[in-house]
T-cell receptor, first 112, second 114 residues
Framework: EAGVTQFPSHSVIEKGQTVTLRCDPISGHDNLYWYRRVMGKEIKFLLH????????ESGMPNNRFLAERTGGTYSTLKVQPAELEDSGVYFCASSQGHSPLHFGNGTRLTVT | GDSVTQMEGPVTLSEEAFLTINCTYT??????LFWYVQYPGEGLQLLLK?????DKGSNKGFEATYRKETTSFHLEKGSVQVSDSAVYFCALRRKETSGSRLTFGEGTQLTVNP
């Protein structure tokens, strides 16, 4: 089975620009999660989709972040406009029911 | 709220040394506990897990025992290899709701020298 796929793997943008990250979960997984690791700190939860619905978005830092999962398949996370403190590694994960989460390789975002 | 505390890194060991990475947690109820590993250039992989008190998770020579009385889930390996060099994350997950999220610790960077 194909794993969780994220792209791009790296993105370097200037402050004020827009970036869109994409995540393709494992086929059939209803749960999709976004996490972020900033500056070598802990991996922090951003939000959780169940199919196309946002189950929990309590970890989204502010309204510059917008996540979508149209059709309940792949998801996008848009940062607009990007700030320096948004730099970090963004991870996506998927699961079915209460099975363990499967993670992608992450997108390393650098805002300069 | 839920939280996970890991021993600070980085940790540097020689090959065949004994490894312990401490992990303690705070959570309501009895969560499931996990260790994830991130090898250089790769994503997070589940290393092992335990779902109830006194359970021992094991994989690839690594072990961790769910200790309810000390709210701990320390990771151990008797003889590390260079290939074990990676970042290790302790995490918990509530069992009350299906699809609940993981709460992670800060991660511990392990470097094993030949």
């Amino acid at each position: 089975e194909a794993g969780v796929t994220q792209f791009p793997s790296h993105s370097v943008i200037e402050k004020g620009q827009t970036v869109t990250l994409r995540c393709d979960p494992i086929s059939g997984h209803d749960n999709l999660y976004w996490y972020r690791r900033v500056m070598g700190k802990e991996i922090k939860f951003l939000l959780h989709f169940v199919k196309e619905s946002k189950q929990d978005e309590s970890g989204m830092p502010n309204n510059r972040f917008l996540a979508e999962r149209t059709g309940g398949t792949y998801s996008t996370l848009k940062v607009q406009p990007a700030e320096l403190e948004d730099s970090g590694v963004y991870f996506c994960a998927s699961s079915q029911g209460h099975s363990p989460l499967h993670f992608g390789n992450g997108t390393r975002l650098t805002v300069t | 709220g839920d939280s996970v505390t890991q021993m600070e890194g980085p940790v540097t060991l020689s090959e065949e040394a004994f490894l312990t990475i401490n992990c303690t947690y705070t959570a309501t109820g009895y969560p499931s506990l996990f260790w994830y590993v991130q090898y250089p250039g790769e994503g997070l992989q589940l290393l092992l897990k335990a779902t109830k008190a006194d359970d021992k998770g094991s994989n690839k020579g690594f072990e961790a025992t769910y200790r309810k009385e000390t709210t701990s889930f320390h990771l151990e390996k008797g003889s590390v290899q260079v290939s074990d060099s990676a970042v290790y994350f302790c995490a918990l997950r509530r069992k009350e709701t299906s699809g609940s999220r993981l709460t992670f610790g800060e991660g511990t960077q392990l470097t094993v020298n030949p």
